[in-house]
């Protein structure tokens, strides 16, 4: 019960990772308020949790006033905001030339000016409450350049220097601020993205996992619960002098020489673009 009486938002907390966290976290003894766009995931999410541990806020992470109901909601349900978890994101493909003006701001309105938002609602409460935990749920592409990757690679690495920055600024009221950099996880997000890989290039996507997660140290991709995992250490009293880290949990990715996995991966999107 290493989360005991801390109230916890989690945004995509339907889904994937955002609901392994919201599972994690309760199972833990916090309170969740889950928020995202889809009603219905997070009507899922609640009905597999105890009663009376959960409360969803359906929102969009991009809408001011949605920040503000989200925010609300869990105040309201918990007392206060304890943890912060900006999980909420979209990917996109494409290069600077082959991504929109108003595609590459909506992805970095999801994956930057969102958690930015929620943060600058939540510190007060945290400051009031003598300290907090935020932790935004990046990725191993704010790291390493992807190919055909720009909005994304660019908003999850602006992710990481804001909550850098916000480290500096805010540790002296007890709040941490930490990145979390996954690598593969089976998700929503992945399942279609290699879905569509593998259909545009003709081949079945269980050789395409192989072809991929063979260059992986670990031989394999992750589940959202290894993300939840250290999740749940950042928002608990065990990290309290982890500060303006960025770890990534992606089975020993990062520490590979990259250039063999960018290469197939290069080959695959640069055929799924055309
Ligand atoms: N799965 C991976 O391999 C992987 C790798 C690196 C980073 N990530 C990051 O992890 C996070 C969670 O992704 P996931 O893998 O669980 O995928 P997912 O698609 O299941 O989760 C993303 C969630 O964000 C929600 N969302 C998207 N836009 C939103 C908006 N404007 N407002 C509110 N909610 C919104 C979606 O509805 C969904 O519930 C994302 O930030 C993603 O970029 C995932």
């Not at 766009?37 to 359906?58: F, H, M, N």
């Not at 309201?76 to 943890?83: K, L, R, S, Y």
């Not at 979390?180 to 929503?188: D, T, V, Y």
Request: proline share 4%; glycine share 12%; with cysteine.
């Amino acid at each position: 019960m290493m989360l005991k009486g801390k109230t916890a938002i989690i945004t995509g907390g339907g889904t994937g990772i955002g609901a392994a966290v919201a599972a994690r976290f309760v199972a833990e003894g916090a309170k969740v308020c889950i928020a995202g766009r889809r009603e219905s995931v997070l009507d899922e999410t609640i009905k597999s949790l105890p009663k009376g541990t959960a409360v969803k806020c359906k929102g969009d992470v991009t809408d001011p006033s949605d920040i503000e109901r989200i925010v609300k909601t869990a105040v309201e349900f918990g007392g206060t905001v304890n943890v912060l978890i900006n999980n909420a994101g979209a990917g996109a493909e494409g290069s600077i030339t082959g991504t929109s003006i108003e595609e590459w701001r909506r992805i970095v309105e999801i994956n930057l000016v969102g958690p930015f938002m929620l943060m600058r609602a939540v510190i007060p409460y945290m400051q009031k409450a003598g300290g907090g935990s935020i932790v935004n749920i990046s990725s191993l592409a704010s790291l390493r350049a992807i190919p055909h990757g720009n909005a994304y690679c660019t908003s999850k690495a602006g992710l990481n220097m804001m909550t850098m920055q916000a480290a500096l600024d805010f540790g002296g009221d007890g709040i941490r601020c930490n990145v979390i950099c996954p690598g593969f996880i089976f998700s929503e997000m992945t399942e279609g993205r290699f879905g569509q890989v593998a259909k545009d290039n003709n081949i079945d996507l269980n050789t395409l996992m192989l072809k991929v997660f063979n260059d992986v140290p670990a031989r394999k991709a992750g589940t959202p619960d290894r993300v939840a995992g250290l999740c749940a250490f950042f928002a608990s009293d065990d990290s309290t002098y982890v500060t303006g880290t960025v770890i990534p949990v992606d089975g020993g990715l990062s520490i590979m020489d990259p250039f063999p996995l960018c290469v197939k991966n290069a080959d695959l999107s640069i055929n799924a673009e055309k």
